[in-house]
């Protein structure tokens, strides 16, 4: 393990299996009538959020409680950025707070690569989200349910996922949650297919080591898993496509569609859904999508990230095996 973890390119095949390997150990503390291991105690994490977040945000602080790290949350609205503070000063003042690691989001892509190598802190910096660059940790987590759902919880245990077909559907423009995907997928050997209007793929999409399509129904039969994204229109200065309807015919999931997928097949969602746009509530309420699971799935790889840049070099699962035997 590198010591930042701000790409999902960055990760080796046996880096992220370490990861989902570490995850799976980390997911049983959520079994326990306490929640909680002493691996961080002493240690600081800043959350630093220049964006807003919901699941992220509350993962990350659930994570670093659960291996009892100080917490210490940063939002920039009500913080000196709003009054024009620079990326650069409020590392600093997190630097002369001697703070441990850093997951920070950040509405530029980039900011946490700056951070992480411009020497102004010396700290663990983890990209919770920059722009429209990258998202490791969700790529992570949505790797990790895969792997359960598709290989077995046990099963998957030092496994990739070497041969599964992804289809990952919608705003792939906007989206560092499907760029992220897409690298950490191919680096575990998965087949990736993104499924797009052509107004919603970004330049240069063709060297990018996944397949293109604008047909969705040609896609579905193929696939284990379909990942569905928002389309992000807070991020949209123009039209991309002619109406919601037309979007939500071409390219939306409904019970019609998943039921052309294989029977084994799962159907994705990094959230917050748009019911009714990219998927109906007949798809997003099925047994078959896995939203709510990487929720709490998430828990678990944040604290597996934490654990093995901050806690440890080895797996907390081998750990485990040696005192069993």
Avoid at 75 to 101: C, I, P, R, Y
Avoid at 167 to 185: F, Y
Avoid at 187 to 209: D, K, M, R
Avoid at 254 to 283: F, K, L, N, S, Y
Wanted: with cysteine; glycine share 8%; aromatic share 4%.
């Amino acid at each position: 393990m590198q010591r930042h973890l701000i790409s999902a390119a960055d990760l080796t095949r046996d880096d992220a299996v370490l990861i989902l390997d570490t995850a799976e150990e980390m997911s049983r503390v959520a079994d326990r009538p306490i929640k909680k291991l002493p691996t961080l105690r002493g240690r600081t994490v800043v959350n630093l959020f220049f964006e807003d977040s919901t699941r992220t945000r509350i993962s990350f602080e659930a994570a670093e409680k659960r291996l009892s790290a100080d917490v210490i949350n940063f939002s920039a609205k009500g913080s000196s950025v709003s009054k024009g503070e620079s990326l650069k000063d409020t590392a600093q003042t997190l630097e002369a707070m001697g703070v441990d690691a850093v997951v920070i989001r950040h509405g530029a892509s980039g900011a946490p690569y700056r951070l992480a190598n411009s020497g102004w802190i010396d700290a663990a910096v983890i990209n919770a989200g920059d722009g429209t660059h990258q998202h490791p940790t969700q790529a992570l987590l949505d790797a990790f349910t895969m792997r359960r759902r598709l290989v077995g919880r046990d099963a998957g245990l030092g496994q990739d996922l070497a041969g599964r077909r992804v289809t990952i559907v919608g705003d792939v423009l906007h989206s560092r949650v499907a760029r992220s995907n897409v690298d950490l997928l191919h680096t575990l050997g998965a087949e990736v297919t993104l499924v797009a209007p052509p107004t919603l793929l970004p330049v240069g999409v063709a060297s990018w080591p996944c397949e293109v399509s604008y047909d969705l129904d040609a896609a579905l039969p193929k696939s284990d898993a379909v990942m569905m994204l928002r389309v992000q229109r807070e991020r949209m200065h123009a039209a991309y496509f002619p109406t919601e309807r037309e979007y939500s015919r071409r390219y939306g999931l409904d019970g019609d569609r998943m039921a052309r997928m294989p029977e084994h097949a799962i159907v994705m969602h990094p959230g917050p859904m748009v019911r009714g746009m990219e998927i109906t509530a007949e798809v997003a309420d099925s047994g078959r999508c896995t939203a709510i699971e990487q929720v709490a799935n998430g828990v678990s790889i944040r604290m597996a990230v934490l654990y093995l840049l901050l806690g440890g070099n080895e797996p907390a699962v081998t750990n485990t095996r040696t005192e069993e035997k």
